[in-house]
Protein backbone atom coordinates (compact mmCIF):
# COMPACT_ATOMS: atom_id res chain seq x y z
CA UNK A 1 0.00 0.00 0.00
CA UNK A 2 2.99 2.38 0.83
CA UNK A 3 4.64 1.47 -2.42
CA UNK A 4 1.68 2.80 -4.26
CA UNK A 5 0.86 5.50 -2.80
CA UNK A 6 4.89 6.48 -3.32
CA UNK A 7 4.15 6.10 -6.95
CA UNK A 8 1.39 7.67 -7.48
CA UNK A 9 3.05 10.74 -6.09
CA UNK A 10 6.18 10.33 -8.10
CA UNK A 11 3.81 9.77 -11.66
CA UNK A 12 1.93 12.86 -10.15
CA UNK A 13 4.69 15.50 -10.04
CA UNK A 14 6.63 13.81 -12.86
CA UNK A 15 3.32 15.09 -15.05
CA UNK A 16 2.83 18.29 -13.06
CA UNK A 17 6.87 18.84 -13.66
CA UNK A 18 6.69 18.26 -17.72
CA UNK A 19 3.16 20.27 -18.12
CA UNK A 20 5.00 23.03 -16.34
CA UNK A 21 8.24 22.34 -18.14
CA UNK A 22 5.87 22.85 -21.74
CA UNK A 23 3.96 25.59 -20.15
CA UNK A 24 7.23 27.52 -19.48
CA UNK A 25 8.81 27.03 -22.80
CA UNK A 26 5.89 27.99 -24.84
CA UNK A 27 6.03 30.96 -23.00
CA UNK A 28 9.62 31.90 -23.80
CA UNK A 29 8.91 30.78 -27.62
CA UNK A 30 5.73 33.08 -27.87
CA UNK A 31 8.09 36.14 -26.09
CA UNK A 32 10.78 35.45 -28.42
CA UNK A 33 8.49 35.67 -31.65
CA UNK A 34 6.47 39.18 -30.45
CA UNK A 35 10.21 40.36 -30.11
CA UNK A 36 11.06 39.40 -32.75
CA UNK A 37 7.67 40.71 -34.32
CA UNK A 38 8.13 44.05 -32.67
CA UNK A 39 11.81 44.43 -34.11
CA UNK A 40 10.79 43.71 -37.70
CA UNK A 41 8.39 46.63 -37.33
CA UNK A 42 10.28 49.23 -35.94
CA UNK A 43 13.33 48.37 -38.45
CA UNK A 44 10.17 48.98 -41.45
CA UNK A 45 8.81 51.52 -40.00
CA UNK A 46 12.43 53.43 -39.63
CA UNK A 47 12.79 52.43 -43.28
CA UNK A 48 9.81 54.03 -44.55
CA UNK A 49 10.01 57.16 -42.63
CA UNK A 50 13.33 57.44 -44.46
CA UNK A 51 11.45 57.13 -47.17
CA UNK A 52 8.56 59.42 -46.30
CA UNK A 53 11.12 62.33 -46.53
CA UNK A 54 9.12 64.14 -43.31
CA UNK A 55 11.79 66.99 -42.76
CA UNK A 56 10.80 68.20 -46.69
CA UNK A 57 7.77 67.73 -46.82
CA UNK A 58 6.53 71.60 -46.68
CA UNK A 59 8.45 71.77 -50.32
CA UNK A 60 6.27 68.81 -52.20
CA UNK A 61 2.66 69.38 -53.25
CA UNK A 62 0.02 67.32 -52.16
CA UNK A 63 0.38 65.15 -55.53
CA UNK A 64 3.96 64.62 -55.11
CA UNK A 65 3.17 63.66 -51.48
CA UNK A 66 1.13 61.08 -52.74
CA UNK A 67 3.40 59.48 -55.45
CA UNK A 68 6.53 59.67 -52.90
CA UNK A 69 3.87 57.73 -50.08
CA UNK A 70 2.84 55.01 -52.57
CA UNK A 71 6.68 54.41 -54.24
CA UNK A 72 7.47 54.05 -50.09
CA UNK A 73 4.36 51.47 -49.79
CA UNK A 74 5.26 49.30 -52.74
CA UNK A 75 9.30 49.46 -52.17
CA UNK A 76 9.23 48.79 -48.96
CA UNK A 77 6.14 48.00 -46.99
CA UNK A 78 5.71 44.61 -47.36
CA UNK A 79 8.19 41.44 -46.72
CA UNK A 80 10.15 40.51 -50.15
Do not use: H, P, W
Amino acid sequence: MKNLRITIIVIFLSIVSLISFKTYRDFIISSDLKNEEKNKLNKLAEVLNECFDLKNKSNRTINDSMKLIEYCLNEFGYEK
